[in-house]
């Protein structure tokens, strides 16, 4: 879909922002009359809570949005859902199903920007909240709300289905940490934006540096398997890909920054290799998959340098030659996508011997960089559910992986409490 804000003049502000106003009044009190007359039960119990406990039953909370705009709703101060009052205050368009988020910080020139949009009210979701809830990366948080800005029926309620579930599966009421550095199923992970990460890989270095992404494969392999794990440990960097990740940190109370994963880094790293004057080779996958995506880097970004390119399948017998090649091609960044624990035990066995800065093992990168397999739609990682997606284009191949292995990993995290293991 064309980003309609995206062309708009100054003319037309007026119009978009009343046509989204005029959809969100519809569709916001609609949903919220629904809700209302669901939970009226849940009202009752909680003022007779209130009165039990000689409290009001109702206070007044005073927010701001990104705009620094003051308003204002009523919550319940005793019983269960005290935050359901909220849906009077949706009925009424004080507040929106979808709007202006809240909980942004915005530079000076951004707000500038959204303040064309004033009058759309402050929402209970948004686009920003939604992609960084589940890990997504944001560059341009004011565009992201200009298309919002925009939407369409179905995408208004589009929004208001991933939001609700957003928030159910990756927000709580527990205040989460942010530390650089943390445990988890005992194995050490970096707690880095994308752009950190990105940083981290192309800068000099005395020695090469190594990098790896662990997911919920990764935490059950290393259940069965100790030399992963010491392996992953002896990285340089470790970080965070996935949903699944992203739930058993909120478990030992961690915020992950950012879903850092190998494919939503390429396209970043190639830029900063470009404006750097770096580098890279690609070593893995099967004969031809790793040409292929030479191939289609090149034709996206025609200025960037691949000095070499090799498949993933050879014998250990032959991995001093492959070594030098790489050594030999001066090459900056190596990534390495031969599924782990193969790539990880390869990195580590290796590495002293490799000259260049930063070598990452990439997994199954080469296959969706290649065309072989398509990336999961937007919607799908927004839910944190790329995971059914690989399952759909790969049934037999990825059924024990994510049919069973994703229940066994949510009882090691929840049941186990495996997620809080230390080093």
């Known amino acids: 879909m064309v980003n309609k804000s995206l062309q708009l003049t100054g003319e037309n502000y007026s119009r978009v922002v009343s046509e989204y106003c005029d959809l969100g009044n519809i569709i916001d009190r609609f949903l919220s009359a629904v809700a209302l007359i669901a939970v009226s039960p849940i009202f009752l119990i909680n003022i007779i809570c209130a009165k039990l406990l000689l409290k ?180 340089d960097r470790v970080f965070a890909d996935g949903s699944g990740v992203r739930l058993a940190a909120k478990k030992i109370g961690v915020a992950v920054k950012e879903n850092v994963n190998g494919t939503d880094m390429l396209p970043h790293l190639c830029q900063a290799m470009i404006k750097k004057g770096l580098s890279i080779y690609l070593l893995g996958a099967q004969e031809g998959v790793a040409v292929q995506m030479a191939n289609n880097l090149k034709a996206k970004y025609p200025t960037i340098k691949i000095v070499g390119v090799r498949n993933g399948y050879f014998s250990e017998n032959n991995a001093t030659a492959i070594v030098e090649d790489i050594n030999a091609s001066k090459a900056d960044i190596l990534l390495v996508g031969m599924g782990s624990p193969v790539q990880e035990n390869w990195l580590n066995t290796h590495g002293p011997s490799l000259k260049c800065r930063t070598a990452l093992a990439v997994g199954g990168l080469f296959d969706f960089y290649s065309g072989k397999i398509p990336r999961a739609p937007i919607w799908m990682r927004e839910l944190g559910l790329e995971w059914v997606w690989r399952l759909i284009q790969e049934p037999s191949a990825k059924f024990r992986r994510y049919v069973i292995g994703n229940p066994l990993f949510l009882f090691r995290t929840f049941v186990l409490n495996h997620a809080a293991k230390e080093l």
Request: aromatic content about 10%; hydrophobic content about 40%.
């Open 56 to 235: 009001p039953s109702v206070k007044l909370v005073e927010s701001r949005d990104c705009l620094n705009r003051k308003f204002h709703y009523y919550v319940f101060s005793a019983g269960i859902l005290k935050r359901s009052l909220m849906l009077t205050a949706i009925w009424s368009r004080k507040v929106g199903l979808c709007g202006m988020p809240t909980h942004l910080s915005l530079t000076r020139l951004q707000k500038d920007t959204l303040r064309k949009f004033k009058h759309v009210p402050v929402g209970v979701f948004d686009l920003v909240s939604l992609k960084r809830a589940s890990g997504l990366v944001v560059e341009a948080p004011e565009l992201l709300l200009k298309n919002q800005f925009s939407h369409s029926f179905s995408q208004y309620l589009g929004l208001v289905f991933k939001g609700a579930f957003n928030k159910l599966i990756f927000r709580g009421d527990k205040v989460l940490g942010t530390p650089n550095l943390y445990s988890l199923f005992g194995l050490k992970v970096n707690n880095v934006s994308m752009k950190d990460a990105v940083s981290w890989a192309t800068d000099k270095s005395a020695v090469c540096k190594l990098g790896c992404f662990i997911n919920v494969n990764s935490i059950n392999l290393i259940s069965k398997n100790a030399q992963l794990t010491h392996d992953i440990n002896h990285c």
